[in-house]
């Protein structure tokens, strides 16, 4: 117990619960371990089990797609068709996922193995996908060409019938007979694919073709050699095209039984492995992770069970190590609470917080001791105090009465002084309230110059407008006096164009006159002549007509020109007084040009005038800002004054309060 009397309480403490903490660590150790491999074994578990998953649905999508598929080879439906395509191209995906799962080699060998599985059997249905449409596409010409064939024997068969040809009847009769097993051996073919049903078939057809050609001999009418013929190349086509059905049935049921039916069952099984491997994983790692947990829960409470009883015995030896000598301190601290100065302070020697709490009540008992020797000593020096206290108090109530009758005095010269500082201020307020008077009016004057001098130079800037408007206008007028000249000079020239037009027209009704008298002496030579002269009369009345209407025409062609002449003359008439108003025009524009430059002119001036008045207002202003900063000087200073006053005055107060306080304190000491 020696040794932990002298260990601090917070060693002590620190120590017990290291120990306590040293079997925390262990148990979350412990615990950190086992939760990392249960995490792990989750893990490992979970991608197990996603391995399962992605087996089982890779096996129902290969089961679909087998269903699918026979779906297909047993209806030949598009729709299972493009089924299973899409059926395997999520199954690749769902493969390249199983890779990523299986990382073991022997399971991922076992999907790779698997992929390379269902390639071939895509690759296999793709080839059964071409021969099924190549099958199809020749069924369907046998369905066609099965008509026409049949068509074509029951044509021969009736005509020969009707026309009494009854052995041309018997040939088409036997080779439809031998054609129509021929068409059923081929649909059992279709419909079962057996080689036995094949060569029926080419029997059957073998001796419809003989009997085709022995009725194609015994035929003579050009109509039933024709159908007999038609049926001989149709049956040629129908041999070639049952071939195809067969070699394409053929080669697609080797494709089935080789491939699909080999390919399929393999892939099951070796998903059936993977499933298998999957499983057993799962099982051992079951029983693995439960033992794991089985063992850190033992190793947890053990631990658990060391830290709590460690905890135990710590709390034990501490709480006895340092309760029992508290209870021994708190009794001396009573004693000497209760003035017993010679009780024994416990524990000096201990090397703990409790040790030092004894070294401070031993101090605090000397200080104790020490305090009642103080206490005797200011007893007597009390009656030393109070005498001095009654000298202090006479001499505090002279210095009163001498400072409370300078403070007087100074307090009155201070009330005198604010009063002349209050004159000066409102004498300077007054001044300033007058300058601002003074300087508003100058402004208002300032502000009515500058309006009248920017009204007159507006007027001015119109006035120069206004002449040069009228500058144009006497311009434009002088063009229009241009242009009607030269208009008057075209009208002229088409008044002389009309003159000359009218003379031609009167040149031409002296030529219609004149072939008017030859016709008429024509004519009168035509009557001379008698009989043979009676072409020559209607040429000569034809012209004469001609001429008469030539006439008529110059006539309206002269009465137009005469009207065209008096337009014309009107029209020059119209352009020459036009000519004289444009000229007064112009006359007018200029005078009023003159006029406008002369209301410029004394404009300007105006505007000259009042811009000088404008800066003399501006000086008065100035001036006047002059004296209303002078007087705002002067009240700043009166203000000044003022605020001196006052200071002095509340100085002074202070004073007085300061003194009074000084001498209360001096009468309470």
């Known amino acids: 117990m020696s040794l932990l009397n002298h260990l601090r309480v917070g060693t002590k403490i620190t120590a017990a619960n290291a120990g306590v903490l040293l079997f925390l660590i262990a148990i979350g150790g412990v615990g950190v371990h086992a939760l990392t491999d249960a995490r792990d074994g989750f893990a490992t578990y979970q991608t197990l089990a996603r391995q399962t998953a992605e087996v089982g649905r890779i096996q129902a999508t290969m089961l679909e797609v087998q269903l699918q598929a026979k779906t297909f080879l047993l209806t030949g439906s598009e729709e299972a068709a493009h089924t299973v395509g899409t059926l395997a191209t999520d199954l690749d995906q769902r493969i390249d996922g199983a890779k990523a799962l299986f990382t073991e080699p022997a399971l991922n060998r076992t999907v790779t193995q698997m992929d390379e599985e269902l390639t071939r059997y895509r690759d296999a249905f793709t080839r059964i996908m071409e021969f099924q449409a190549t099958r199809n ?7 066609d060409l099965g008509a026409k064939m049949e068509k074509a024997l029951i044509a021969v068969m009736d005509s020969a019938y009707g026309d009494g040809d009854t052995e041309a009847a018997y040939q088409a009769g036997m080779a439809a007979r031998h054609f129509l097993a021929a068409r059923n051996h081929a649909n059992r073919f279709l419909t079962a694919g057996s080689a036995e049903t094949a060569d029926a078939f080419r029997k059957e057809l073998q ?3 003989e009997r085709g050609n022995a009725m194609l001999a015994k035929l003579t009418e050009l109509e039933r050699r024709r159908g007999a013929s038609s049926f001989l190349a149709y049956q040629r086509v129908f041999a070639t095209q049952f071939e195809k059905v067969v070699v394409a049935t053929t080669q697609r049921d080797e494709l089935v039984s080789q491939v699909l039916e080999t390919l399929g069952p393999t892939v099951n099984a070796r998903v059936e492995q ?16 439960t033992a794991n947990i089985d063992d850190a829960r033992t190793m947890t409470t053990a631990a658990a069970a060391a830290a709590v009883l460690l905890g135990l015995i710590s709390a034990l030896l501490i709480g006895r190590g340092l309760s029992r000598p508290i209870v021994s301190m708190t009794s001396t601290m009573t004693r000497l609470a209760g003035g017993d ?20 009540v031993e101090v605090f008992k000397h200080s104790l001791i020490e305090a009642d020797r103080l206490a005797a000593e200011q007893a007597s020096e009390h009656e030393a105090r ?5 000298r202090i108090d006479s001499l505090t109530r002279d210095f009163d009465r001498m400072v409370m009758e300078v403070l007087s005095r100074v307090s009155a010269a201070a009330t005198q002084l604010n009063s002349t500082a209050q004159g000066m ?12 008077a003074v300087a508003t009016a100058s402004t208002q004057a300032t502000a009515n110059v500058e309006t009248v001098a920017a009204a007159a130079e507006e007027l001015s800037s119109s006035i120069q407008e206004i002449s040069r408007q009228v500058a144009q206008s006497n311009g434009i007028a002088g063009q229009a006096v241009s242009t009607a000249e030269r208009t008057d000079a075209t009208v002229r020239g088409l008044v002389d164009a009309a003159q000359r037009i009218g003379e031609v027209v009167q040149l031409i009704n002296d030529i219609a006159s004149q072939t008017n008298l030859l016709a008429l002496n024509a004519t009168i030579e035509a009557a001379r002549a008698g009989e043979a002269g009676k072409g020559f009369a209607v040429v000569a009345s034809e012209v004469k007509s001609l001429a008469n209407q030539t006439a008529k025409a110059t006539e309206d062609i002269s009465g137009q020109i005469a009207g065209i002449q008096q337009v014309s003359r009107e029209a020059a008439a119209a352009i020459a007084e036009i000519g004289r108003v444009i000229g007064e025009i112009s006359h007018i524009s200029t005078t009023i040009a003159a006029a406008v430059e002369e209301q410029g002119a004394a404009t300007r001036e105006i505007s000259r005038n009042v811009q000088q008045a404008a800066r003399g207002t501006q000086e008065v202003s ?9 007087a705002e000087a002067t009240g700043d200073a009166s203000r000044q004054v003022l605020d001196a006053a006052d200071g002095l005055t509340g100085e002074a107060e202070d004073l007085r309060g300061f003194v009074s306080r000084f001498l209360t304190d ?3 000491a």
């Open 207 to 209: 001796s419809a073709r």
């Open 425 to 436: 201020s409102a004498t300077a307020e007054q001044t300033t309230r007058q300058a601002s």
């Open 137 to 143: 596409e020749a069924s369907a010409e046998l369905l």
């Open 622 to 630: 100035g001036n006047i800002a002059g004296v209303t900063q002078a």
């Open 666 to 668: 001096m009468r309470a």
């Open 386 to 390: 109070r005498e001095r206290s009654e």
């Open 341 to 360: 100065r010679r009780v024994d302070v416990p524990g000096l020697d201990r090397g703990d917080e409790i040790g030092g709490m004894a070294k401070a």
């Open 274 to 289: 993977l499933r298998d491997a999957s499983v057993r994983q799962q099982a051992a790692l079951g029983t693995t992770a």
